[in-house]
Each structure stands twice: as C-alpha cells, then as structure tokens.
C-alpha cells in the first residue's frame, strides 16, 4: 500500500518531507556517524539540534523573551498535575469545562488545592465555549485554566481577543498549536503534547512566563519542577532526543511554508470544504455552534449510523484511514492537523459528497 | 564519515541492523501507509508493536506472571520521586548509596517521607558495593533501594545470589538490563531508562510485582500511579509510540543474538579485552575493585591527565568517539552496552595499547 491520508486525532500525520529527511539522516546524522538517537544529549550535535528546535519554534510563534520553551515528557495528562504542583502555590485556580480534556485537567488539579470549576458546557454535550461575560471568575486566582481547542468535540476558541486578562491564563494547546498565529503574552502558561501538531508522542512543549516560574509545592518531582527544568534547559536528565529532532523538523517545515499565518489560510481553506459537505443537508451532522467549529478536529455523524460500517470500509478504500469517531462520541472525525495536505482533505470531502449521493 | 564506534554512556549505540530496519519503514511500516510515529496508540497496528515488546521482552527476562510490565516516560530520574509516592505508603524505606545516580535516587526520595541512608561508599569513591553482612537493614522497610549499576564510576553488583531478601528490593538497573539472565523475582521492582541498553531515551521500563500495585500515595499524579498505568497497559495517555517501537526491534535484536545468556558471554569478553589492557601496566587506571567492575560502563584514567587530550583526537581519528569521562570523574569512559559490537571494543583495546606503547 501506497502512504495514505491518515485523519487520526494524534498520533497523526507528519509532514511528508519531514519523514523523508528523517529517513535518509536515520543511520547517520549530517556525516557524524552516528542516529541521532544514539547521540549524548551533551554532546554538540545534539546540543546544536535542541538550540536550533527552541529558536525555530521562538520564530514561529513570536515568543516573547520573557517566555521560557521546556521540552518536557508525560504529555499534557502530566501536565493536568504539574501545573496545579508549579502554580497553585497554596492560593486557588480557575477552570473552565468546555470538553473531556478540560473535565480531566480540573479533576487532577483538585488533588493539589483549591480548584473551582466556573463553569461546564457539559450540559448542552460540550458544543461551544462560555461567554466570558457574567462568569463568575475569582480575580485574586493563581491562574485561570482553559483548553482551547478540545480534540474529542471539535470545539476551539478562534478569537483570543475576548479573554479575561486578570489573572494568568494557562492553555492546553494540544491539537491546535502551530496551526495559525497565537499571541503567547496573553496567556501565563501555554502546554502542548506533540504528538497531534508538533512531532511525534513523547515530548510536551511548555512555554511558561517568567514571572511563574519557582512557585513549586514542596513534594513536587524535581524533573516536574519548571523552573528546575528551564535553569538545566530541558536537560536535567535525559530529555527525549529523537523526539525533539522530528519536532525540530517539523519547525523548519512550517518556516518553509510560510510560518503560522500561511498555515492558518490553509488550515480555513481545509475545514471549510468540510464543514460545507457537512452542513449542506442533513446527511451529516456536526452539534458545534458554528463559532466554535474547530479547524483541526472535525467531528461529524451520518444521520443514519447503521451507514456508518459502510462509511468506514468505502473510505479505506480511498485511502481515507483512521477517520473513526471517539468512543465517547461515536461516528466520525477527521483530524485535519497542518500535516494533511489539501489534497487529503479534499478527497475526504469529495468521498463524502459521493457517499451522500449514493446513499442519502 | 561512515558509522563510527560510539561509546557514548546514554543515549547509545544501537544495534546497526535495528537501524536499518526502522529506516526502512520509518515512511510506511508493514505496507500500512503510516509510520509508526503517525499511528493511533489505540489503533491495532500499534498495539500488536506493543505486544510483541511486552511478549518479547517477558521471554527475554524470562519475567514471572506476577510481574507487570510499563513503558513509562521520565527516565529514572522521574523514577527517584515515583518508587517512593508509590511504594513508601507511610513507611520508610532503605537506601544503599554506591554512586551518583542511588544518591541522587535517596536525596529525592526524601521529599516524600522517612528513607534511611544505610551506607554509603563515598568516602573510598564509590569503588565498590557494600558486603550485606553486618549493615544495619530495617527489616519492616517497604523496600530496599539500590543501583545494580553505577554508571558513572562503573560499579556493578554481578553477584546476586547474595542479596538480602527481608523487604522488596527496588534496583536502579538502567545501565545493565539486558546485559546478562537476570533474576526478576529477586525484585520487588526493577526500573531503566531505556537509552542505554533498551532502545532510544524517552522510555523507561519498570517491572513491579503485582503486590506492590495500589499503594500509591494522595497527591500522586495519576500518570505517575503503577496500578492506574497497569490497568491501563501503559496506556493512560498517548505512551512514547516511537521509543517503544525501537525498544521491541532491539528486543527482537536480542533473540535473534541467542538471548541474554550469549549477550552476557559476549560482554564477559567485550570488558575483558578492556580491563585488561587498563591493568596490564600502570599507564591506565580505574580505581573499582575488582570484583565490582562493571561489564558495561568502562572508567579509566591516564596516568598522565595531559595526554588526555593527544589520546582523544586519535580516538577520534581511529572512529572511537564519546569516550570522554562524566565531567565528575575526569579520564575516559568506555560505556559497552549490547550493542556496542565486539570489533569495537577489539579496536579500542588496540588504540590503546597502541597508545600506550607510543607515549608510555
């Protein structure tokens, strides 16, 4: 079988070229002799593959200096605890529930201190985000938490200009980071798990202001304490290596492309052929209020889910591959991360204008 | 530069013919159209990777039912803080210190309750292993702490038999695992980070026997809890699915060499060929007594510090690269892990007599 356009909510595609580059640097790494996985983390080449994925991501992204970049494990599940163990500091924090992601990042919070949940769009099946006005939100809070993009719905915060500024916001960016331009000033602590934008699993990308870093609870792990891990430069111990080189690929792909702003024309582009198909009858459905249709994850059910089987087979058959909906949700959902080309995303919309015509 | 011999002491060589394959279906894994980086960890595809590591590794081990099996992320470093949130359970616990790595292991332990530093070999420089007799063991500890294998000064328990067996032996094995047939049951739990004779860094394993699950203590990240990663085949979140991946060829690697008891005849000879030319003369020198020198992690010393350079930069010349000692120790180090082949240490061992004769 041919490579095929695979939809998956993460891990999930990569780029292409990134894979191929990887491929032919695998046994030997620009003449060293050596796999990068075989590199001492110490040594200057690796030294030099790390220095060159944080200024890459620094470029894209705008960071502002004041920002640390840590390369962590334990993806964002890990941080559900590390953040509540470096922030807290004995005060209270905010959450905002607005999909499972969140729901499971407040629930680990409360094992550390004071946790109020604001508020849950869990009653309306977590299809859209609050309106920040009239939120009963706690201006003296060590941070107020939010996930900005919730894989598993396909519910994302598009406009940032509306977000409370009182106390420091911290964002689980998973599935959407990198995917447009993002203003990391408006937020204290900004967390990622790359295995759905970034790179492969196993590293964590946080970018964590200054100002916050120091503040971690005695009993802490000191791999888990941020400011620790930016004084040793994501290196107290032996960071995920190969990891960080794909990321680092994957960095100088989206400076090849243009940077965030070309990605998010694309990334328009790419939900709006399915959004159309989606919306156009009432074949297909998707609950999200249309605002807060996520460009990345774009789940939709077939109105009759006894097609659903059929669904499944006939897109294998068009290459369309791992396109199952989440147990939780069931039906469908097309993961549409930077690294799927128009042209999947495309045939995915054409097999579904296709599929309604023959069975609508 | 062709492929070079790497003594790096982690992340390290790995076996060429592991190398090989993974480039060869690093863009399309078993004609699936996916690499395994882009694969769902829930998809069947990377289970059966998963499976097959576990499986390969329980024959390799021979590790007894009552043993699970984890593929963790955080290195043993993540471990220092985790054996004991999960195992103290309001006790205390004993710790042998014999090197860098089970210091730092007790210091961190400490943050989580009452351990008890029973010896410690620091004063003679970390150069041997304590003799059991006539050390003042808890015999109500939770468990006993130790490293079977200092990394750093190269200090190996290679004699088991002798170990205590009042309270659960918890060892740090991250740098010999694999190395020779290894009585699991001797352990209440066995951890190693896997860049050293696993596969690449971003993994770590550990083996808990089933009675030592569940005693995770309050304010445990529940990433961190053994019994929920347990239940959860170390799946709670998106595991490190490349890492592992890695992991499971060197598995099948190891099969494939005849397994532990041939690895360990081959490593016999391997540190053989180098300690004897360390101690033929006084021109080199590692100060470990005999019976504890490591198979795997090879120190010396010049007697001459200023030929330290001059020896380098012709290792180099003859492809012997990062063989320069840990920065606390000084000298060199030869780390052999299994996938160093013996051609490399045979043209190390050369190097240096050569060496030797011309500067002696």
Same mark, same amino acid.
């Given at each position: 079988?041919?490579?095929?356009?695979?939809?998956?909510?993460?891990?999930a595609?990569?780029?292409?070229?990134?894979?191929?580059?990887?491929?032919?640097?695998?046994?030997?790494?620009?003449?060293?002799?050596?796999s990068v996985?075989?590199?001492?983390?110490?040594g200057?080449?690796?030294t030099?593959?790390?220095?060159?994925a944080?200024? !890459?991501?620094?470029?894209?992204?705008?960071?502002?200096?004041?920002y640390?970049?840590?390369?962590?494990?334990?993806?964002?599940?890990?941080?559900?605890?590390?953040?509540?163990?470096?922030?807290?500091?004995?005060? #209270?924090?905010?959450?905002?529930?607005?999909?499972?992601? #969140?729901?499971?990042?407040?629930?680990?919070?409360?094992?550390?201190?004071?946790?109020?949940?604001?508020?849950?769009?869990?009653?309306?099946?977590?299809?859209?985000?609050?309106?920040?006005?009239?939120?009963?939100?706690?201006?003296?809070?060590?941070?107020?938490?939010?996930?900005?993009?919730?894989?598993?719905?396909?519910?994302?915060?598009?406009d940032?200009? #509306?977000?409370?500024?009182?106390?420091?916001?911290?964002?689980?960016?998973?599935?959407?980071?990198?995917?447009?331009?993002?203003?990391v000033?408006?937020? +204290?602590?900004?967390y990622?798990?790359?295995?759905?934008?970034?790179?492969?699993?196993?590293?964590?990308?946080?970018?964590?202001?200054?100002?916050?870093?120091?503040?971690?609870?005695?009993?802490?792990?000191?791999l888990?304490?941020?400011?620790?891990?930016?004084?040793?430069?994501?290196?107290?111990?032996?960071?995920?290596?190969?990891?960080?080189?794909?990321?680092?690929?994957?960095?100088?792909?989206?400076?090849?492309?243009?940077?965030l702003?070309?990605?998010?024309?694309?990334?328009?582009?790419?939900?709006?052929?399915?959004?159309?198909?989606?919306?156009?009858?009432?074949?297909?459905?998707?609950?999200?209020?249309?605002?807060?249709?996520?460009?990345?994850?774009?789940?939709?059910?077939?109105? !009759?889910? #006894?097609?659903?089987?059929?669904?499944?087979?006939?897109?294998?058959?068009?290459?369309?591959?791992?396109?199952?909906?989440?147990?939780?949700? +069931?039906?469908?959902?097309?993961?549409?991360?930077?690294?799927?080309?128009?042209?999947?995303?495309?045939?995915?919309?054409?097999?579904?204008? !296709?599929?309604?015509?023959?069975?609508?």
């Amino acid at each position: 079988m041919e490579r095929i356009y695979n939809f998956s909510a993460g891990p999930a595609v990569l780029p292409r070229e990134v894979l191929e580059q990887a491929s032919d640097e695998l046994m030997n790494w620009h003449g060293c002799g050596m796999s990068v996985m075989e590199m001492s983390h110490r040594g200057k080449e690796f030294t030099s593959i790390l220095e060159a994925a944080e200024a !890459d991501l620094r470029t894209l992204m705008a960071i502002p200096a004041n920002y640390k970049v840590l390369f962590l494990q334990g993806g964002a599940t890990l941080q559900f605890a590390q953040v509540p163990m470096n922030l807290l500091a004995g005060g #209270s924090a905010d959450y905002i529930v607005t999909g499972d992601w #969140s729901k499971k990042a407040c629930k680990e919070a409360g094992h550390y201190g004071t946790v109020r949940q604001v508020v849950t769009t869990e009653a309306d099946g977590f299809t859209s985000f609050p309106t920040w006005s009239g939120l009963d939100l706690n201006p003296d809070a060590a941070y107020l938490h939010l996930c900005t993009n919730e894989t598993i719905r396909g519910v994302e915060v598009l406009d940032f200009d #509306s977000l409370p500024t009182a106390v420091p916001l911290v964002a689980d960016m998973s599935s959407h980071i990198l995917s447009r331009p993002m203003e990391v000033s408006r937020f +204290g602590l900004i967390y990622a798990g790359a295995q759905k934008n970034i790179g492969p699993a196993g590293v964590c990308l946080v970018l964590i202001r200054d100002d916050l870093l120091g503040k971690a609870a005695v009993g802490t792990p000191t791999l888990l304490d941020y400011a620790v891990q930016a004084e040793n430069h994501s290196m107290l111990n032996t960071p995920p290596t190969f990891s960080i080189y794909m990321a680092g690929l994957v960095f100088k792909w989206l400076i090849r492309q243009g940077g965030l702003a070309a990605m998010e024309q694309v990334n328009i582009k790419k939900a709006g052929l399915l959004y159309d198909v989606i919306t156009r009858t009432g074949f297909y459905h998707n609950p999200v209020q249309p605002a807060f249709r996520s460009r990345m994850n774009v789940p939709f059910t077939l109105r !009759d889910p #006894s097609l659903d089987e059929t669904f499944l087979a006939q897109a294998r058959q068009h290459g369309i591959l791992q396109i199952k909906g989440h147990k939780s949700v +069931g039906g469908m959902r097309a993961s549409i991360y930077n690294a799927m080309p128009l042209e999947g995303v495309q045939a995915l919309a054409d097999f579904m204008a !296709d599929f309604e015509q023959k069975h609508g």
